[in-house]
């Protein structure tokens, strides 16, 4: 592939709901501009972005791939980003590399849950961005509702600059509102519209939405308003002029239409990104954190993208391929990097060195000489480098701020099938990590379970297949087990005595303590309030030891004991038979009667839970989340989007994930995070206490 300079760069997301079109207009853009030698579908599962085995078996996209156009002279960067509730994390950290969107919206559909959020992921990076509505061959499609639909959702500074020609299966053709022009297209064709005039039953619609385009390019620039005021209208160079200016600066929002499935309207959307979207040398300068800012503050440094500097890449993707080994896909932030290049990884303080250079075309990386600042790369086998670090030329002390992804919502419990998946499954679950920074692996050291944490259950059941199909590492998933506490509500003041004689030296050990309630995340204390030697200080730390270990496992089902306080009083000891292990003995028994006196009772995780839904079912939510035990907390509406914060018992949100699904037909996502313990309602926790008895029960049989 030739060396692009900066100024002939574009890196565009393609970002939507999941469904929207996104894999099949990338397919489109690639097919147009010649990148394949014919029209790909996902249904064949043959695409250029969807080529992982998941993928084409489920047919979306569930990680960001990346793709190249050449057109008019320049190279065009393609996103292709996942758009469904649990993989849009994805598309989050993968915009971090683009320089400008395109939204997808569904003709049918129009805006949705997942639009929003990724407009907003735009929003946050300051991105210029323009919508295709898309799906206009569809039956039921229609482009003005579904153009009032974007212009509800992101307001009126969305505006057309394309109308369609047709409806439905007669959607044949696109009109160039800036150029007033009409293009036909032939069916699954080449993409390349023929130009014509505009159809005469479309000539005053095409009027007015060119007025209404005219009127909103002329209200952000003072002198082309005066020539509008002036001469009622702008000439076409004008009007390409002000729109390039408009889409740059975010006033604009251009809207236009095609079918990615049928290819019409592609060669459009690839000038537009031509001659619109900007280079990365035309964006604003970058934050940075400079060496020696506090927690990583970028202390409002900020570094252009341009390439008369020293050399840096900031690596935005990693994925871990079993036979290719680690592959890191980089944006050029400055400079120009050349293939064998030898880098300084700043975060990792380590070198790197960068054999063959790529450029990738989905799973194909085309090799490459070098790459000019803002450019987008790949190369495979670096030693240490992981997603969100920074390489740079020795000397040049900084790095670029990493995304920062939520919490997973869910976790599930991991076992390996056999002994020899469990040797093998440790190192396999980390090398996926390294590709999906939305997933977490861990083992809880309460219930002793490894725990893979995900976006959702669909999210971790394909780690699971891909262990397999990947690395041959066979493991079940489980719920995980509830990490319940036990605690007490009220006071006990009692002693724990422990006296055992035997032939030789007895063990003798006697203490007084008193029991109370500390407030919820306190955990423990232990006060010693012994005066005048009725247990001898080297003792003490063995009461205090016999406490903790009686604690660890509880009393009413053999959960931790937690936010109490244990003061030893007094007691008594024996000159001969008195030793550490007979007062921790005498702990224990002390432990044991306070429990008879100190009312305890058992406590449960509580959750914060997010849900963000179309507003049509929240009424269906709040009464599930209620049927759950949870407490509504707040409730926003954005647009057509409904945000529900509430409160819920960790146990009841196990299933929540299919559930919601089921709910929503799939269109609401929901975050979900640890907040605080609290009492078990007398009902559950005598089931749970129940429960637990009947299991000890059985591993004492079993051992038997």
């Known amino acids: ?23 099949t207009l ?41 793709a190249v156009a050449e057109w008019k002279k320049a190279k065009i960067n393609i996103l292709d980003t996942p758009g469904y509730n649990i993989f849009i994390n994805d598309a989050r950290a993968a915009l971090v590399a683009a320089d ?41 499609s229609d482009f003005q509702r579904a153009l009032d639909s974007v212009q509800e959702a992101f307001g009126r500074a969305a505006v057309p600059i394309r ?70 209208t702008l000439t076409a160079e004008h009007i390409i002029d002000g729109l390039k200016q408009g889409v740059r600066e975010m006033r604009i929002f251009p809207v236009m239409c095609a079918s990615a499935l049928h290819n019409i309207g592609t060669d459009l959307v690839l000038n537009f990104i031509v001659e619109n979207l900007p280079a990365p040398v035309d964006r604003e300068a970058v934050p940075v954190v400079v060496a020696g800012a506090a927690n990583g503050a970028t202390n409002g440094s900020t570094r252009k993208i341009a390439d008369n500097d020293q050399c840096a890449l900031y690596v935005f993707k990693t994925t871990a391929d079993p036979f290719a080994g680690r592959i890191t896909f980089f944006k050029v932030m400055s400079g120009v990097v050349k293939n064998d290049a030898n880098l300084y990884n700043v975060n990792r303080s380590g070198a790197e060195r960068l054999a063959h250079l790529s450029s990738p075309q989905g799973k194909t990386l085309q090799p490459v000489t070098e790459l000019h600042a803002g450019d987008l790369g790949a190369v495979a086998k670096l030693k240490e480098t992981l997603t969100g670090d920074t390489l740079a030329e020795k ?90 506490r036990e605690t007490i509500r009220g006071h006990a003041d009692v002693q724990g005595r422990h006296k055992k004689q035997t032939g030789g030296h007895g063990q003798f050990g006697d203490c007084w303590i008193r029991m109370e309630p500390l407030p919820r995340g306190a955990k423990f204390e232990f006060a010693n309030e012994i005066f005048g030697g009725s247990i001898p200080k080297n003792f003490i ?31 008594s000891y024996h000159d001969v038979d008195s030793s550490e292990l007979a007062f921790k003995l005498a702990a224990r028994k002390a432990f044991k009667a306070a429990m008879l006196e100190a009312k305890p009772a058992l406590l449960e995780p509580i959750m914060n839970v997010e849900i963000q839904a ?41 299933n929540y994930q299919s559930d919601l699904t089921a709910m929503t037909q799939g269109r609401a996502s929901f975050t979900m995070e640890f907040d605080h313990y609290d009492f078990v309602p007398q009902l559950q926790a005598e089931k749970i206490i129940a429960a637990a008895k009947a299991a000890k029960t059985g591993e004492e049989e079993e051992e038997e």
């Open 26 to 66: 990338t397919a489109g853009l690639l097919f147009t501009a010649g990148a394949s030698n014919r029209l790909l579908r996902v249904d064949e599962g043959n695409t250029i972005t969807d080529f992982d085995e998941e993928e084409i078996q489920r047919r979306i996209s569930i990680s960001t791939a990346l």
């Open 163 to 232: 109308l369609p020609v047709g409806a439905e299966r007669d959607f044949l053709g696109v009109i160039d509102l800036i150029r007033m022009k009409a293009y036909t297209y032939a069916l699954d064709g080449d993409g390349k519209g023929k130009e014509g005039e505009i159809p005469g039953n479309l000539a005053d619609a095409a009027q007015k939405a060119h007025e209404a385009l005219v009127e909103m390019v002329a209200e952000g620039n003072d002198a082309l308003m005066e020539e509008f005021f002036e001469k009622g």
């Open 541 to 571: 730390p063995a009461v205090e030891k016999g406490i903790v270990e009686a604690a660890e496992h509880g009393y009413l089902a053999g959960y931790p004991m937690v936010d109490f306080k244990v003061t030893v009083y007094d007691g």
């Open 100 to 140: 400008s969107a395109l939204v997808l919206v569904d003709a049918v559909a129009g805006v949705e849950v997942q639009t929003e959020k990724v407009w907003q992921f735009a929003e946050d990076y300051k991105l210029p961005r323009a919508v295709i509505i898309n799906k206009l061959d569809r039956e039921r």
């Open 395 to 484: 000397g040049l002390n900084l790095t670029y701020p990493p995304v920062k992804l939520p919490e997973p919502s869910i976790a599930f419990a991991i076992e390996a099938k056999s002994r020899n998946d469990e040797d093998r499954m440790g190192n396999a679950v980390h090398r996926i990590l390294e590709e999906d920074q939305s997933l977490r692996f861990y083992r809880d050291p309460q219930t002793r379970e490894f725990l893979l944490a995900g976006a959702g259950q669909q999210h971790v059941e394909i780690v699971v297949s891909r262990l397999k199909k990947r690395y041959g590492v066979d493991v079940a998933l489980k719920a995980p087990k509830i990490p319940y």
């Open 614 to 654: 179309p507003v049509e079912y929240a009424g269906d939510l709040m009464g599930d989340l209620n049927g759950r035990r949870g407490r509504i907390s707040g409730m926003e509406t954005k647009g057509s989007t409904q945000f529900l914060r509430a409160q819920v018992p960790m146990a009841e949100m196990l």
């Open 1 to 23: 592939m030739k060396t692009y300079e900066s100024k002939d760069l574009r890196n565009v997301g393609v970002v939507g709901h999941g469904d929207s079109g996104k894999t």
